[in-house]
C-alpha cells in the first residue's frame, strides 16, 4: 500500500506566510511614502491637517473676530473691511483654491498608488488562474493515467482547463460594460 502524502496545513507554516506578505505588503507601502516628492508631501500635510477641528475652530474664531472688527463692534477699532468684506472673500478665495490644489494634488498620488496596486492585483489574479488552469490539465492529466472516470463528464471542467484568452475578455468586458466618455 503507497503512503498519502500529508497534505494538512501547519499553523505555524501558515503564519510565517501571513507574516511574509505582510512584512512585504508593509515594505512596498513606506518605498511608495518615502517616494513622494516634497511637494506631495506638503499637499499631504496641508491636508490631513486641514480636516481636523483645531482647523475648523481657528477659521471659527477667524471669521468671528473679523466680522466684529469690521462691524465695529470693538471699540476703538475702526473697520478696515466693511460689509461685504471684500479683502476677507478674497483671502478665503484664495486659502480655497489653494486647498483644492493640495488635495488635488494628493487625490492624485492616491490614484497612482491605487492603479499600481490594482495591476499588482491583476498580475497576481493571472498568474492565479494560469497555476490553477495547469493543476485543472494535470488533474485531467493523472485521471486520464488512472484511467479514473468522473462523474457525468463535466464539460465546465474541460473549459476550465483551457488558458483563458485575456485580449478576448478584455474585449468582451469593453463591449458589454459602457464607459463614461
Same mark, same amino acid.
Request: charged letters at 25%; proline letters at 5%.
Given at each position: 500500500?503507497?503512503?498519502?502524502?500529508?497534505?494538512?496545513? #501547519?499553523?505555524?507554516?501558515?503564519? =510565517?506566510? @501571513?507574516?511574509?506578505?505582510? =512584512?512585504?505588503?508593509?515594505?512596498?507601502?513606506?518605498?511608495?511614502?518615502?517616494?513622494?516628492?516634497?511637494?506631495?508631501?506638503?499637499? #499631504?500635510?496641508?491636508?490631513?491637517?486641514?480636516?481636523?477641528?483645531?482647523?475648523?475652530?481657528?477659521?471659527?474664531?477667524?471669521?468671528?473676530?473679523?466680522?466684529?472688527?469690521?462691524?465695529?463692534?470693538?471699540?476703538?477699532?475702526?473697520?478696515?473691511?466693511?460689509?461685504?468684506?471684500?479683502?476677507?472673500?478674497?483671502?478665503?478665495?484664495?486659502?480655497?483654491?489653494?486647498?483644492?490644489?493640495?488635495?488635488?494634488?494628493?487625490?492624485?498620488?492616491?490614484?497612482?498608488?491605487?492603479?499600481?496596486?490594482?495591476?499588482?492585483?491583476?498580475?497576481?489574479?493571472?498568474?492565479? !488562474? =494560469? !497555476?490553477?488552469?495547469?493543476?485543472?490539465?494535470?488533474?485531467?492529466?493523472?485521471?486520464?493515467?488512472?484511467?479514473?472516470?468522473?462523474?457525468?463528464?463535466?464539460?465546465?471542467?474541460?473549459?476550465?482547463?483551457?488558458?483563458?484568452?485575456?485580449? !478576448?475578455?478584455?474585449?468582451? @468586458?469593453?463591449?458589454?460594460?459602457?464607459?463614461?466618455?
Amino acid at each position: 500500500m503507497t503512503e498519502r502524502p500529508d497534505l494538512s496545513y #501547519e499553523p505555524q507554516s501558515i503564519s =510565517r506566510t @501571513l507574516d511574509e506578505n505582510v =512584512r512585504v505588503i508593509k515594505e512596498w507601502e513606506q518605498s511608495a511614502l518615502h517616494g513622494r516628492s516634497r511637494s506631495e508631501r506638503l499637499s #499631504e500635510w496641508i491636508t490631513s491637517k486641514a480636516g481636523r477641528g483645531p482647523v475648523l475652530f481657528a477659521h471659527l474664531i477667524w471669521f468671528g473676530s473679523w466680522s466684529a472688527l469690521n462691524f465695529d463692534l470693538v471699540p476703538g477699532v475702526r473697520a478696515f473691511d466693511p460689509f461685504p468684506f471684500p479683502l476677507l472673500t478674497t483671502m478665503v478665495s484664495l486659502e480655497a483654491i489653494f486647498l483644492a490644489l493640495f488635495v488635488l494634488s494628493s487625490q492624485n498620488r492616491l490614484a497612482t498608488q491605487a492603479d499600481k496596486r490594482a495591476h499588482l492585483d491583476l498580475q497576481i489574479n493571472l498568474l492565479a !488562474e =494560469r !497555476e490553477m488552469t495547469a493543476v485543472l490539465q494535470l488533474l485531467q492529466d493523472i485521471a486520464a493515467h488512472l484511467d479514473v472516470k468522473h462523474a457525468g463528464g463535466s464539460p465546465g471542467i474541460d473549459e476550465l482547463s483551457k488558458e483563458t484568452d485575456v485580449q !478576448e475578455l478584455a474585449s468582451k @468586458l469593453d463591449d458589454e460594460i459602457p464607459t463614461n466618455g
